[in-house]
């Protein structure tokens, strides 16, 4: 082919236009690569912050009441000391083990452990315990308003460990339009070492995301995909 005949190009033009058409989609998977690696850096770091330094906030003097979010375990400690302060006048329990959905007197190993740990409530509505509605944190925050509706509660501070209260924040801000505090209990379990810090990131980044995927105090997701997340 002569060098004159229309639409003839040099072979070296030809290999530098497709190694130019390389390099350019090279060069885009690169950096869309590099994006997702920064997105999914920025995500990490915002669940990091969010599970294991989330903001807490100072006891609310003379709380009507003192809720823990289940289950009743060593976060009682933290909870009898806080009422043995006189910092709130109720304390609400929520115990996944009690069998009566009706909120009221709670099992006996709940009330043996806080008098063990020197509390006493001084009346008995002064205390009381019940089973959430799902058994989860936002059946927890729908009971916090039933029962600030029917006792008239306007201020509560809140404990929980401090991996659940970023979500817990969440979930019970939808549901409480009253004063709120929310604590930190010590030794949750992200302080028992490296493999239960990794599970309570893993758990709780999980529950973050569920937890946006609604937006209501009582909206649930649809039950495939809440059984879909717990065999997750």
């Known amino acids: 082919m002569s060098l004159t005949t229309p639409g003839y190009r040099p072979p070296a033009v030809v290999e530098n236009r497709g190694m130019g058409r390389r390099r350019a989609v090279v060069r885009a998977v690169l950096g869309l690569a590099l994006l997702a690696l920064l997105l999914s850096s920025v995500t990490a770091i915002h669940l990091v912050r969010a599970v294991f330094f989330p903001a807490v906030d100072a006891p609310r003097p003379e709380a009507d009441a003192l809720m823990v979010l289940g289950p009743a375990d060593a976060k009682l400690a933290e909870a009898a000391r806080l009422m043995g302060q006189g910092q709130a006048r109720v304390l609400a329990v929520s115990d996944q083990d009690r069998r009566s959905p009706t909120p009221g007197t709670c099992r006996p190993q709940v009330v ?3 008098e063990r740990l020197g509390w006493i409530p001084q009346e008995p509505d002064h205390l009381l315990c019940f089973r959430p509605d799902p058994v989860t944190t936002q059946g927890e925050a729908m009971v916090l308003q039933q029962l600030g509706a029917e006792h008239g509660w306007e201020s509560v501070d809140l404990l929980a460990y401090p991996e659940h209260i970023s979500r817990a924040r ?6 409480w339009n009253g004063e709120i505090s929310y604590l930190a209990a010590p030794d ?6 490296a493999d239960a ?5 893993w758990y709780q980044s999980g529950a973050l995301v569920k937890a946006g995927l609604t937006t209501g105090c009582e909206e649930r997701l649809p039950f495939w995909l809440e059984e ?3 065999r997750l």
């Open 112 to 114: 043996a452990e806080l």
């Open 170 to 175: 969440i979930l019970v801000d939808r549901c």
């Open 188 to 193: 949750g379990p992200a302080a028992q070492g």
């Open 197 to 201: 810090a990794w599970d309570a990131l």
């Open 228 to 230: 879909f997340g717990r």
